[in-house]
């Protein structure tokens, strides 16, 4: 550990609060309906895109028109995407597929769609390998900002249940995500996208490089429009790398100093929107509440991955490496990272990917120590709620609060009451399915993965280790791919995948299809149904009277209720995920023993 | 449902042209005037051939001939002996050769695998040996041992396919490339510190070296002779 490595971690946190903050209120004007610094230039653009969609902004939406538009128009997206990949070289003639691959097939597919449309970004398919410029760019990239802005709106909507003093009303679909897109989203690509461009990321439409080394050999250097797809995948906490290797490759993230601006781009939307869930409820303090406890939750993370990780792993110990630091070496756990990010740029990146539902990595997950490696599966196992995706994150937090705020009631003996709202037995019901449901999905997938002979054969371990697969290793490659998958994040231990490039011939070899269907089936399932419980809570919450509040209310915006919050979700994430966490991670972190 | 469909059909379309066509295209153009030479990927030509990019770690190996004079190949990959006048990269385990950089790949070493130490005492091994004179059997760097190699060295990196190694592994390989190429070691050591790329804002990431830079410097002072 050094000194720098703790100012990374420490300087972080203060540049995001920092940018946050304004973000945030910017937001709040913009979800409000009032005029912000951007509104004489996209005012048009916005009035004309209506137009063209054929939309009434002022039309307003109870919470089950409000879902109607939102699942419509994702199926809508999930179709043109299964096309545009199943049809890859009908695409030839725009110029784009210079390497001329063909469409993967439909199972792989099916997992990938799946997998874009709901803002995860699992990938069972490797980039530079399989897609062409146009499918990265027409199909991927338009996925990872309208699943960024589905999301969005969601979490809009349900602060709009929560503060709605009249009728039944959650505001507009279609103009919320307009306005998502055209006023978050797409001034913070654009500038990211230049900002990676000028350090180094890629950002052209040439064929494949072949270089002729010093030495004499020749090496292949793929190419792509990377950099506008970086922007997005970063901002609207995507993950789906446009190489293999996704941040970890030189030219999606070429420096020290890229390496922490993308850490920014992916937690300033989700960090903005708590400030604007707090201006928009007319009290910023509820806000600065969830704010505390969320980022306590993350700094923690960050601190232990970051000590787990400079202490190295017992195989390196047991081939006699020293991992301490020499002659100002990083030392530590270099296994699957990168030089120029140290072990603290790395540990801290993955923290920041998985608490949200990001899933980025600039360093391989499956190498992390055990101890290192339960990190991202705490993340997960807390539900994406440390800041978590974009929007997804607030309304998951959200529903949280809402339990939280049950449980407190309970403890006072009063009933309870959130933000001058009484809470019933139907938001509690609804509420209390939202949080479980997804556990309950990655524990499921993860039962049959582990139980079914297809299902492991898709462990790397399996094919490669002595013990046969019978590790906790293999065991946290299987666990792990479907918490990702159900939480939408999608990193990996990416042993797990059947796919072993470059050979693409080898698909429906080791239990791809199973792996592919199973997953598609874990993120779509688990994306939508707590989207669903989301709005039903906004709809719930949103036609209730608002009485005052009295001298016995229980506050939501002090110190107690953030240690209420924080122990309520370690609490269900405990509950839900130890027994299967003993099995993986964490007996790895207590043994020295090799497998 | 009808006025959805109808909706959600065009917004799919008009958003595809919008952010699949445009956004990148217009991203595209501006990196190309504003950035030609980082979005191209900062190629390196030399004496009109590309040789590389300076974002891209290569493998400085030469190919193993067999007996008859052909070049040796496995699973479709020329096989390669690390080349001792050379700085050597990061170990590499894509497929295809290492450092292939069109096909990254994570190693997926897990941290209490039985496979993960093999790798690394494989590494370890080729290390140490390369830095032993052939000819008095000695250590270049005197008294290297396992315990004074940095992790980097031996440990596959992520992407599996970067030009940076950390400054005390090129410290140890100086002394190799020194006598190898007859320079002293202080020139090399200088120049080692000439392609270190420093801490972001003097906190953020690693100290870095970029092999390739390096390497290629070399070769240019052993030509010139300067």
Sequence with gaps: MTAAGWLTIALFAVVLTALAFPLGSYMAAVYSGRSVILSPILGGPERFLYKLLCVDPDREQDWKAYAKSLLIFSLAGWLLLYFILRTQTLWNFTGLNPTGFHSASWNVTFNTVSSFMTNTNWQFYSGETTMSYFSQMAGLTVQNWLSAGVGIVTAVALIRGIIGRSGKSLGNFWQDLVRTILYVLAPLSVFAAIVLVSQGVLQNLSNYLVAHTITGLTQTIAMGPVASQEAIKMVGTNGGGFFNTNSAHPFENPTQFTNFFEMLLVLIIPAALIFAYGRMTGNRRQGYAIYGAVMFMFLGAAAVAYIAEAHGSPAQHAAGLHTGVIHGSTGGNMEGKEQRFGIAGSALFDVVTTVTSCGAVNSALESFTGIGGAVPFANLSASEVIFGGVGTGLYSILLYVLLAVFIGGLMVGRTPEWLGKKIEAREIKLAGLGILITPLAALFCTALATASSAGRKSVAEVALSKAGGNTPQGFSETFYAYLSQANNNGSAFAGYTGYIQPNAGNLGAHGISFADLLGGFDMTFARYAPILFALAVAGALAGKRVTPAGLGTMRTDNPTFVILLIGVIVLVGALTFFPALLLGPIVQGLTGHLY | ?226
């Design chain 2, 1 to 226: 449902m009808q006025r959805d469909i109808r909706t959600s059909a065009i917004a799919i379309v008009v958003f595809t042209i919008l952010l699949g066509i445009v956004y990148p295209l217009a991203i595209t153009g501006i990196s190309q005037v504003a950035f030609p030479g980082n979005a191209n990927g900062q190629q390196i030509h030399f004496n009109g051939k590309l040789i590389g990019s300076k974002l891209i770690g290569q493998n400085f190996g030469t190919p193993v001939l067999e007996k008859n004079g052909k070049v040796k190949e496995e699973k479709g990959a020329v096989v390669t002996e690390a080349d001792p006048r050379y700085f050597q990269s990061r170990p590499s385990a894509t497929e295809g050769g290492s450092h292939n950089a069109a096909a990254s790949t994570f190693s997926n070493h897990g941290p209490n695998s039985v496979r993960t130490k093999e790798a690394n005492e494989e590494n370890i091994k080729a290390y140490l040996e390369l830095n032993v004179n052939p000819t008095t059997k000695k250590e270049y760097d005197p008294g290297l041992t396992v315990s004074r190699i940095p992790v980097d060295a031996v440990n596959f990196s992520a992407s599996d396919s970067t030009p940076k190694s950390h400054r005390a592994n090129a410290w140890i390989q100086a002394y190799r490339v020194a006598s190898v190429r007859r320079l002293s070691l202080a020139r090399v050591d200088a120049m080692i510190a000439k392609y270190t790329s420093s801490r972001a804002l003097g906190f953020s990431g690693e100290e870095g070296v970029n092999v390739l830079e390096l390497n290629l410097a070399l070769d240019r002072i052993s030509a010139g002779g300067a």
